[in-house]
Nanobody, 124 residues
């Protein structure tokens, strides 16, 4: 079965950096556009960034532009999110998602598979 497994979250301080990873199995990774979403307590799931099938096109939410970078390594079936200059408002559970038919979509409904999430907490 398809599995997306996130890792790399943790507790950091304002201004610190983290790199999240999402390793995929059970699917042909290069067939899927990938994305990161996040959800803070009491808030709706929010689009963070997406990347096309071969990684030649990436989209980042306005709230993370210039601080976060999405990337992928199709040879390793792995998606990444490099997060710099972290702020307390970045605190959330971060999810990776895979879409067979949509690249760059902000809509969580367009994604076919989801990981279980990894917690990122940024203290002030």
């Amino acid at each position: 079965q398809v599995q997306l497994v996130e890792s790399g979250g943790g507790l950091v301080q304002t201004g610190d950096s983290l790199r999240l990873s999402c390793t995929a199995s059970g699917l042909t990774f290069s067939d899927y556009a990938m994305a990161w979403f996040r959800q803070a307590p009491g808030k709706e799931r929010e689009f963070v960034a997406s990347i096309s099938w071969v990684g030649d096109n990436a989209v980042h939410a306005d709230s993370v532009v210039g601080r976060f970078t999405i990337s992928r390594d199709n040879a390793k079936n792995t998606l990444y999110l490099r997060m710099n200059s972290l702020k307390p408002e970045d605190t959330a559970v971060y999810y990776c998602a895979a879409s067979l038919n949509y690249a760059g979509s902000y809509a969580y409904q367009h994604y076919d598979y989801w990981g279980q999430g990894t917690q990122v907490t940024v203290s002030s």
